[in-house]
């Protein structure tokens, strides 16, 4: 069996594909590298693939039969970690899934598993830190705004969250360190890839881009913020470890300008 | 909007309900189906937290902080020379939709001084929640405070709008009320508690019958009490607790460690420290009743009336119950693994779920993520077995507290410190 290092586009349905084409052309692979990113096996052959919607969906429907529904959750939300070779430890887990009769998404005495549920529970836990601690501006074109820089890629998994608590209103969530937006007009959610001004920034109001009344609103939620803290209890060590400080720099109650 | 009155009033009224420590906007099922503004139906969120340690969930204020009665522990007490404010309707509505808007908040928590009568207030009270669900189309959390003494036909309304109601007992037994609060009388709390549980399950039944029922308070209620404020044990007050949690269904019960408000020689003087350790290690013993399937008698009784303050209460409990142990990892009922020290609810399930593929080892275990430096000392599993069947328990807790590090540590040592 020769040895391969796997190319694909970066995304899940690429990742899948792989998948597929790892056991039709029953290849022995050593590393599955997103493109872009170098590979690190010197002797052995490299094949782009390429993204196919079909084979994707037969591996992920495969898949979705063999594991529990909060399983199949994992193995999508540790994708989404985009840490280092986590292509190689999800097709580890695959090939425990499909190799076992019994469902085996919940055998944490199995390392790859295990590993695979620490890192989605990291994910998870960067999920709900997008969730609580976006705050939005209101723009003058009347949306509601953030910039959010997270650990990993978790704008897909929280657009559910933020389309069905702000139907209502049209707000756009933008990641700006991969550099894609979710944009909801009322309607559909869409992603959305734009250019951001300098000075926008990640807190404070400039009048330029925000609405009239924002900067105040900041005002009073840091006010609220400081009104509602009791002194003789205060633990700041209690209070970075809930709010860590790279986390900051997103919230008014934290913002300079407010 | 006039800003800066907005601001004052807002400081003066969200320090006024900051002793209120509920803070929580889980167990709701409020769905945005209407298009509308906000959803309540997934887990609650935190959306800060102060600098305390405490959640940031609601917008949690007062209406007003002008009140009729005068209740030592309670820093709006007629008595106490404070700046007053009220707010209008209309303003802690905008103010509410504009935090949630922007997500700051995942809702209302919106309590008051009592004000010309309990009705009169509770009236008020219930005009802000009707305005944001029917004005606003608002789906976001609302928690409403029942104003002790106030009628029947407000309260049946109250659920309707609330997600969730509560009345603060403060203070855990009949005596320590009458000490503290002469003029509140004890069966004023207990009233609206008896009536929001009748109407829960009255609600309950009939929506199983026609599905188009409205809600009513759907996350329940919930209520607290103050510790360390007068002498009760935590037997007292977890016997207490737990009567509540059984007699009315309360979804959370709240212990709130006493923060000195005034010179009243019936309460600690000002100054003294607030009594975190004990909050927690109730907190501890509440978890165990409600999630751990421990009865309240096992762990606090006659022989037994104040938790431990150097071990957690169910360390303390398995080390008074040593015949009850080692239980082997491998074959024991999830209920009995669950008792022991060290192994939370998470681990518990865990381990139930990896035994059926192979025996477990002390190396999987500690994956898995038990506190071991408790735990090893309970259990045996797949590698070989510990030898301290001989240890008595007094030695054995030395043992472990010299083996682990708590945070609590600084409060409890015996020395002083020099700085």
Not at chain 2, 230 to 240: P, V
Request: aromatic share 12%; hydrophobic share 35%; glycine share 4%.
């Amino acid at each position: 069996m020769k040895e391969v290092v796997l190319k694909y586009d970066g995304s899940f349905k690429g990742f899948l594909t792989c998948i597929f084409q790892a056991y039709e052309q029953k290849l022995k692979v050593v590393e599955i590298v997103p493109a872009g990113e170098d590979q690190q096996q010197l002797f052995s052959q490299t094949e782009e693939v390429t993204t196919e919607e079909l084979k994707a969906l037969r591996v992920l429907k495969a898949l979705q039969k063999k594991t529990s529904k909060n399983g199949f959750t994992r193995i999508k939300w540790a994708f989404l970690s985009e840490a280092p070779g986590i292509e190689m430890k999800l097709y580890e887990v695959i090939k425990y899934v499909f190799a076992s009769k019994q469902e085996v998404d919940k055998d944490y005495s199995h390392p790859a598993v295990l590993y695979i549920t620490d890192i989605a529970k990291q994910v998870g836990r960067e999920k709900h830190r997008m969730e609580a601690f976006v705050r939005f501006r209101l723009t003058r074109d009347d949306i509601y705004f953030a910039i959010i820089e997270p650990d990993f890629n978790v704008l897909p998994i929280i657009l559910k969250h933020f389309r069905s608590r702000y139907a209502d209103q049209k707000w756009l969530i933008y990641d700006i360190r991969r550099k894609f937006g979710l944009y909801y007009n009322l309607q559909d959610t869409e992603y959305v890839s734009m250019e951001l001004p300098e000075d926008m920034g990640i807190s404070g109001a400039n009048p330029e881009y925000f609405e009239e009344g924002e900067i105040y609103f900041q005002k009073l939620w840091k006010e609220y913020f400081d009104s509602t803290n009791i002194k003789s209890r205060v633990n700041m060590r209690l209070h970075v470890q809930h709010v860590p400080k790279r986390y900051w720099k997103y919230l008014s109650e934290k913002s300079p300008f407010a | 909007m006039d800003f800066d009155r907005i601001k004052e009033k807002l400081s003066i009224l969200a320090d006024a309900a900051k002793y209120d420590v509920s803070c929580s906007s889980s167990g709701s099922k409020r769905k945005n189906t209407n298009k509308g503004l906000g959803d309540s139906s997934g887990m609650g969120i935190c959306h800060s937290f102060t600098q305390d340690g405490r959640c940031i969930s609601l917008l949690k204020i007062l209406l007003t902080n002008h009140c009729i009665f005068d209740c030592a522990y309670c820093v709006t007490r007629k008595s106490n020379d404070i700046k007053r404010a009220a707010f209008k309707v209309q303003e802690v509505v905008d103010l509410t939709i504009s935090f949630y808007r922007r997500n700051y908040i995942e809702g209302l928590f919106l309590s008051s001084g009592i004000f010309k009568s309990p009705d009169h207030t509770m009236e008020r009270l219930i005009r802000v929640a009707k305005k944001l669900r029917e004005e606003e189309n608002f789906n976001g959390y609302i928690h409403l405070k029942s104003i002790p003494g106030a009628s029947d036909e407000l309260m049946r309304e109250a659920g309707l709008y609330a997600d969730r109601l509560s009345v603060n007992i403060e203070i855990p037994t009949k005596s320590g009320l009458k000490l503290l609060a002469p003029d509140k009388n004890h069966e004023d709390f207990m009233k609206p508690m008896e009536k929001v549980k009748n109407e829960i399950i009255q609600y309950k039944q009939e929506s199983k019958l026609i599905k188009s029922t409205p809600k009513y308070a759907p996350a329940g209620q919930s209520t607290q009490m103050i510790v360390g404020a007068t002498g009760e044990s935590d037997r007292d007050i977890m016997y207490s607790s737990a009567f509540f949690y059984k007699k009315y269904n309360m979804k959370r019960v709240y212990y709130s460690g006493y923060v000195p408000v005034s010179n009243d020689p019936r309460l600690p003087s000002l100054g003294s420290a607030v009594p975190m350790l004990r909050e927690n290690r109730l907190y501890q013993t509440d978890w165990l009743m409600r999630f751990y399937g421990f009865d309240i008698r096992e762990l606090l009784n006659n022989d037994f009336q104040f938790l431990d303050m150097d071990i957690d209460p169910k360390l303390s409990w398995a080390l008074r119950n040593r015949h009850l142990f080692p239980v082997d990892i491998n074959r024991a009922e999830k209920q009995m693994i669950l008792r022991i020290p060290g192994i939370g609810l998470k681990s518990a399930n865990k381990i139930i779920q990896a035994r059926k593929f192979r025996k477990l080892t002390w190396g999987h275990l500690s994956r898995i993520g038990i506190a071991s430096n408790r735990a090893k000392y309970f259990i045996t599993c797949a590698s070989r077995e510990m030898e301290l069947k001989d240890i008595s328990s007094e030695d054995l807790k030395q043992i472990i507290l010299k083996n682990s590090t708590s945070k609590f540590r600084k409060d409890l040592s015996p020395q002083l410190s020099l700085f």
